[in-house]
Each structure stands twice: as C-alpha cells, then as structure tokens.
C-alpha cells in the first residue's frame, strides 16, 4: 500500500521481503550511517530487529518508517517516515530518510522531504515537524535550507551527541 507518493517516489508499507534489500544496500554500509544509528552498521540480528520494531509506518499508523521505492524501476532505494523525536525539550514528531548510496545526488532526498512535510502537516493533526540533522550531515543540512525550513537551537540527544533542528510549520 503506497502512503506517499511525489513525481519519481514511492513510501510504501514494509513487507518481510524488503529486509534484505535494506541491510545489504542500507544496514551494513558504513558510509551510507555515519550519521544514522550512531555512526556505525548494524549487524544483521540488530537490523533485523530495528526493522520489525520500526517499520510500523502504514494507514493505520501514520508514525513510523516505510520503505521508499522508486517509481520507475519499483526499486527500493531506501527508507524514510515520521518518528517521535527523540529530545526531552523538543515534543512532537521529526520526518527523516536514509537513501541508498547509488541514489545520492538525484534529489531523492529533497523530493521525499517535501512529500513528508507536506503529507504530515495537511492529513495529521500536526502544526509542526522537525528535521533533526548531525551537525556534519552536510547534505541534509542542504536539503532543509532548500526547502526553506526554519532553523531552530540545537539540541543535545543522549547517546547520540547534538543535533541541528530545522521545522516545518503549517501556516508558513
């Protein structure tokens, strides 16, 4: 079932079958989690139950990651959704992807930020999401400003270091 859909992309629910793809494109790659899970790779058990306990994204639950798909090869090429955020000062939800290496640079990144911003602040009952971005997730960092998102303090995450905030607000 297709819960967002923009030009070139797809976020669909997960199926037990997109978990291998996930780790061997995604999971196990260094250079594609550096700013992800603490900046290292998640061993196939670990990943495994990281992708039973958060891909819960579908339309019965609106929070949570779905696999992000390629609309004109029906590849995945990564992941992405809405998760509560992880900061004591900051209440709400922060939308985030990861991109498989091959799928940098293509404006993937850009096209499903928007597509969630867009999703979550017009069919849930939100004034506002955040991007929580690793000070040196330079790429991100370009993303959001693209997308003219406000920048907000920064923010301390425990066990995970600072991070940069931006937010998405309905009535902007």
């Known amino acids: 079932m297709n819960l967002i859909k923009t030009s070139r992309l797809i976020l669909r629910h997960a199926k037990q079958d997109d978990f291998d793809v996930l780790y061997n494109t995604i999971f196990s790659d ?3 989690l550096r700013y992800v899970f603490v900046g290292g790779v998640l061993n196939y058990e670990k990943a495994h139950d990281f992708f039973e306990s958060r891909f819960t994204f579908d ?12 609309q004109s ?31 940098w640079g293509k404006g993937y990144a850009t096209e499903i930020a928007q597509g969630q911003i867009s999703w979550a602040l017009y069919n849930l009952d939100l004034q506002k999401i955040y991007a929580l971005i690793h000070p040196q997730n330079k790429a991100s960092i370009h993303v959001v400003e693209k997308l003219n998102l406000t920048r907000l303090p920064s923010i301390l995450i425990e066990g995970q270091g600072t991070r940069i905030v931006y937010s998405a607000n309905k009535y902007e």
Not at 75 to 91: D, N, Q, W
């Open 30 to 32: 260094v250079e594609v």
């Open 59 to 70: 339309c019965s639950n609106p929070y949570g990651l779905a696999v992000l798909v390629e």
């Open 73 to 103: 090869t029906d590849m995945i090429i990564g992941f992405a959704g809405l998760i509560p955020t992880r900061s004591v000062e900051l209440k709400g939800y922060e939308f985030g992807y990861v991109l498989s290496k091959q799928h």
